[in-house]
């Protein structure tokens, strides 16, 4: 398991940018339907893994990460998507 000292999202799935300092603690995201809480969820998968499920697991056919989030789209303008993730693992953690 780690920790999440700080999330600094910017052009990235429909968050213009945002930083949560979120000091290592657990934390719930919630808000009214379309304001970016599924995209901090993604853009924490995608700093880790690179990559985002919702946009191309099982049952998601007809969607994909470079029609349904052309900010992750790293043949057009990566520059422009940023996450940043500072983290920390417990000793002894893998
Ligand atoms: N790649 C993108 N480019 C532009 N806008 C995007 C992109 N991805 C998502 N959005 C927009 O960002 C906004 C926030 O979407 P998001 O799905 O994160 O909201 P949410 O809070 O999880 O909503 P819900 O409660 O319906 O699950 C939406 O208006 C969505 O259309
Ligand atoms: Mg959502």
Do not use: Q, W, Y
């Not at 304001?35 to 946009?55: H, N, P, Y």
């Not at 099982?58 to 989030?69: C, L, R």
């Not at 422009?80 to 983290?87: E, F, N």
């Amino acid at each position: 398991m780690i920790l999440i000292e700080k999330l600094e999202i910017a052009e990235f799935r429909g968050i213009k940018t945002l930083t949560l300092d979120l000091n290592k603690k657990s934390f719930g995201i919630a808000g009214p339907n379309g304001t970016g809480k599924s995209g901090i969820v993604d853009a924490i998968e995608f700093a880790l893994t690179g990559s985002i499920t919702r946009l191309g697991g099982a049952g998601t056919a007809e969607i994909s990460v470079k029609a349904h989030a052309p900010h992750v789209d790293f043949t057009k303008n990566p520059e422009k998507a940023i996450v940043k993730l500072t983290a920390r693992a417990p000793k002894g953690c893998r």
